[in-house]
């Protein structure tokens, strides 16, 4: 039987003109066809590491695929953004991305990555604001007594950090711009450092998020004197904010997931869906409740948006205080 090479070629050069125009959703028909790396940018222990955990956990039953949780902390979470920054944009390596990533690269002279292009946010899961803490015994029992003994003895106060850039150093940063004071930064190794450095009574006070510190406040090991949102903190409705007392001023945390820069958007869509599916979850919504965040998901359009607006906002900080890494 003689090959009609003719009618071979027609058909492949049909078989690729089909495939070039095939919709996007059909190519996310095959995602995901293996394991998923979860890179959680930070040590394992801290609030951050806990969060990967579940999410991983339940991406995992979602997808019908291992979601592996791998620890690359340093460089306040830049050398695990720069690993999936890197990584083949196949949606299979993904980042736990927190509120300290567009506060680091806000700091960042040399950038390892192009911030806006390199990363492809899928959608938060998560947002919580700062508790401002002091120890058990510490002589402040408000916030504002806090502001007016820091303004009475200016540098007598410390406070302590997962590292310089961190979103909880810059958000001390932006009450001492704002309140005019000037408190000491204590730069520690990460993880939970910086809570063992308050509870130890090394420094006068933390910016520690709800996951880790709402169980010491509740036993009595820690004060909490204010939480850093807009608008009072839902798990603690009788705290003031630092707002109430410094006008204007407002910071929040999340935890959200980013696949590398140049995933096709039918991965990117089909990640945020299930990150949606997860959050509605009543258990899940429970669960990081109790973490201290306040469950929500947006678009992978908003999800950017907001990080490059916080972006902007830690790059007016960084420069007015003349914060070096």
Not at 32 to 47: D, E, H, K, N
Request: hydrophobic content about 40%; proline content about 7%.
């Amino acid at each position: 039987m003689r090959l009609n090479l003719k009618r071979v070629f027609t058909s492949a050069l049909m078989l690729v003109t089909l495939t070039a125009v095939l919709p996007a959703p059909a190519w996310a028909q095959t995602y995901p066809s293996r394991a998923i790396t979860l890179v959680c940018p930070f040590a394992p222990g801290g609030s951050a590491d806990i969060m990967a955990r579940l999410i991983g956990q339940k991406l995992s039953e979602g997808l019908n695929v291992p979601v592996v949780v791998e620890n690359k902390p340093g460089a306040g979470g830049m050398v695990g953004a720069a690993f999936v920054a890197k990584a083949k944009p196949d949606g299979h390596t993904l980042l736990l991305v927190t509120g300290a990533y567009p506060a680091t690269a806000a700091l960042a002279k040399t950038p390892q990555f192009d911030y806006s292009k390199d990363l492809a946010m899928v959608s938060m899961v998560t947002s919580y604001p700062f508790i401002v803490n002091v120890p058990a015994n510490a002589p402040f029992k408000t916030f504002s007594e806090l502001l007016t003994y820091a303004k009475n003895n200016q540098g007598k106060l410390n406070y302590a950090t997962s590292g310089i850039g961190s979103i909880s150093h810059l958000s001390a940063e932006l009450m001492n711009v704002m309140g005019g004071i000037e408190t000491v930064h204590i730069p520690t190794k990460g993880g939970t450092s910086a809570l063992s450095e308050l509870l130890g009574g090394r420094v006068d006070l933390i910016f520690e998020a709800p996951t880790l510190s709402l169980p010491l406040i509740k036993s009595g090991k820690l004060r909490a004197l204010a939480s850093t949102g807009h608008e009072r903190y839902k798990a603690m409705p009788e705290l003031p904010t630092v707002a109430e007392s410094l006008p204007g001023y407002e910071v929040y945390s999340f935890i959200g997931l980013a696949a590398t820069g140049g995933t096709p958007e039918s991965i990117v869509n089909a990640l945020n869906s299930e990150v949606r599916k997860m959050v509605s979850n009543p258990d899940v919504s429970r669960r990081l409740r109790e973490l201290g965040g306040e469950p929500q998901v947006n678009s992978a359009a908003e999800m950017n948006t907001y990080v490059s607006n916080e972006l902007k906002k830690w790059r007016q900080v960084i420069d007015g205080r003349k914060i070096e890494r």
